[in-house]
């Protein structure tokens, strides 16, 4: 199994940028792909940024494209959310997701706890 722990969300000002980090720990030898994840006040969860192990694969939700870069660093077993130019509707809780293989847009078996980020106007 693997552990997600998210880290690097707070308040930041519309316009700003966040960096958000998610380590993984437990069976982390086989290869994985790790997402991202979110979910407003009152609204469903979303998918917004994906990456495969080798990051040869890269998928974002069209809310993000442009403006949110997903990267991993697999020596230290971390996924990164850089998130800039933020917009008020991009305030939500942020929740890391991995999986074992090579799919990226598939149900997610392994999550963290989410980070909140609040975007003020």
């Known amino acids: 199994q693997v552990q997600l722990a998210e880290s690097g969300g707070g308040l930041v000002q519309a316009g700003g940028s966040v960096r958000l980090s998610c380590r993984a720990s437990?069976?982390?030898?086989?290869?994985?792909?790790m997402a991202w994840f979110r979910q407003a006040p009152g609204k469903e969860r979303e998918f917004i940024a994906g990456i495969t192990w080798s990051a040869s694969r890269i998928y974002y939700s069209d809310s993000v494209k442009g403006r949110f870069t997903i990267s991993r660093d697999n020596a230290a077993n971390t996924v990164y959310l850089q998130m800039n130019s933020l917009k008020p509707e991009d305030t939500a809780v942020y929740y890391c997701a991995a999986n074992y293989g090579e799919h990226i847009l598939i149900s997610y078996d392994y999550w963290g706890k989410g980070t909140q980020v609040t975007v003020s106007s």
């Open positions: 437990g069976r982390t030898r086989s290869r994985y792909v």
